[in-house]
T-cell receptor
Framework: ETGVTQTPRHLVMGMTNKKSLKCEQH?????MYWYKQSAKKPLELMFV???????ENNSVPSRFSPECPNSSHLFLHLHTLQPEDSALYLC??????????????FGPGTRLTVT | RKEVEQDPGPFNVPEGATVAFNCTYS??????FFWYRQDCRKEPKLLMS???SGNEDGRFTAQLNRASQYISLLIRDSKLSDSATYLC?????????????FGSGTQLTVLP
């Protein structure tokens, strides 16, 4: 499936590195999301963009910096991460974040390891 | 109380069995409900939305009980390919329609 794509699929980075995760959706949606999924924990919402505007920031540390240049693309810039930030980072999109009941579709995720 | 609570399982059932999962949610104002499935090391995929009147999609039936604040998923005639983690998802209206809250998931293994 190519509805929502993410790159890279795997990333290993040191605590002093700077890297970026990329997400692209081909579904014509207007809302995009970043989630974190750690082992044995439920998905945690990080950021929400609706029509390119950031509408939610769930108390995410500033070492994670999102960017949404248009409705189809979403980035997550990473710097000075900690080992506990190692997780699966999932991007999702939906038609419109303000509409209740609209389903979200996920990309395959980036498995991040911070050493 | 967790916002969305699921029995983590694991549920190990033989092929052809019927299995049911329940999920409870804490916010009575929640309006949207979904079941997602997540295969090992893969992303969650939407299985079905849950409507007030209940809905069915092939072997899968979802029910919503607003009075008791629980959602159920019934899988009939289990297949090996049904093995996955099933996530109960509820919208969080206290913030906005933008937030979905995911349960921790119920693990299902269908055995040959």
């Amino acid at each position: 499936e190519t509805g929502v794509t993410q790159t890279p699929r795997h990333l290993v980075m040191g605590m002093t590195n700077k890297k970026s995760l990329k997400c692209e959706q081909h579904l014509g949606h207007n809302a995009m999301y970043w989630y974190k999924q750690s082992a044995k924990k439920p998905l945690e919402l990080m950021f929400v963009y609706n029509f390119k505007e950031q509408t939610e920031n769930n108390s995410v540390p500033s070492r994670f910096s999102p960017e949404c240049p248009n409705s189809s693309h979403l980035f997550l810039h990473l710097h000075t991460l900690q080992p506990e930030d190692s997780a699966l980072y999932l991007c999702a999109s939906s038609q419109d974040a303000d509409r209740g009941g609209n389903e979200q579709y996920f990309g395959p995720g980036t498995r991040l390891t911070v050493t | 109380r967790k916002e969305v609570e699921q029995d983590p399982g694991p549920f190990n059932v033989p092929e052809g069995a019927t299995v049911a999962f329940n999920c409870t949610y804490s916010n009575s104002a929640s309006q949207s409900f979904f079941w997602y499935r997540q295969d090992c090391r893969k992303e969650p995929k939407l299985l079905m939305s849950v409507y007030s009147s209940g809905n069915e999609d092939g072997r899968f039936t979802a029910q919503l009980n607003r009075a008791s604040q629980y959602i159920s998923l019934l899988i009939r005639d289990s297949k090996l390919s049904d093995s996955a983690t099933y996530l109960c998802v509820v919208n969080n209206p206290s913030g906005s329609a933008r937030q979905l809250t995911f349960g921790s998931g119920t693990q299902l293994t269908v055995l040959p």
